[in-house]
């Protein structure tokens, strides 16, 4: 029905998160439609991405400089070291504005499903950076799932003796949630959480 070129557009357009074949086909279509305005320039784009983009020798963040700009930022609190999962978890934490710290990527997360043990990520890099005196407290910020949490227990474990302390980030009600849409799981742990007004 296409030719091979626009096949193998379709196909790698699947690959990416939240695009099914369909969804590719439209996409890939839509491209094609608009070479000039949208073909090209991606394409530029996508290739001075890939000659550029660097991961962050520090902390594993993507950036076009080593160390990265958060990194390198003199205005960042050296104090607090927040962990995360993922680059995608650095940038939701820096949308919302409300960390001003520094960041330690892991790679991932814990499986023993999937093969992936604290060697497989960045957990030995952690704790060097928090053997650092400079290092008040390692804020742990993974994902509220099984793995999350076995991740951050292994990381508490392994900081028990750096001397900084070890925080993580409270679960529960979302703001505007209301309690009859909530599961199970989310209630008991915003009741655990809860604080003094």
């Not at 784009?45 to 990265?68: H, I, L, Q, R, Y």
């Not at 076995?150 to 750096?162: F, G, N, Q, V």
Request: charged fraction near 25%; proline fraction near 6%; include cysteine.
């Amino acid at each position: 029905m296409v030719g091979p070129e626009i096949e193998r557009l379709i196909q790698l357009l699947a690959r990416l998160p939240g695009l099914g074949p369909r969804s590719a086909r439209r996409a890939a279509l839509r491209l094609v439609e608009r070479r000039d305005t949208l073909l090209v320039p991606l394409g530029e784009a996508m290739a001075e991405a890939a000659a550029k983009v660097k991961t962050c020798s520090v902390c594993g963040n993507f950036d076009t400089v080593d160390p990265c700009g958060i990194c390198a930022d003199p205005r960042r609190d050296p104090s607090q070291l927040c962990v995360v999962e993922d680059v995608a978890a650095l940038w939701a934490m820096e949308r919302t504005g409300s960390f001003k710290g520094r960041y330690a990527v892991l790679g991932g997360l814990l499986s023993a499903l999937d093969g992936i043990g604290p060697e497989d990520l960045g957990i030995a890099r952690l704790v060097g950076r928090a053997a650092d005196p400079a290092v008040a407290e390692v804020i742990l910020a993974t994902p509220a799932t099984v793995e999350g949490q076995t991740t951050a227990h292994y990381i508490a474990e392994r900081l028990a003796t750096s001397g900084a302390v070890v925080t993580g980030l409270a679960h529960g009600v979302p703001v505007g949630g209301e309690l009859d849409h909530l599961d199970d799981g989310t209630i008991t742990a915003a009741f655990r959480a809860r604080r003094t007004f």
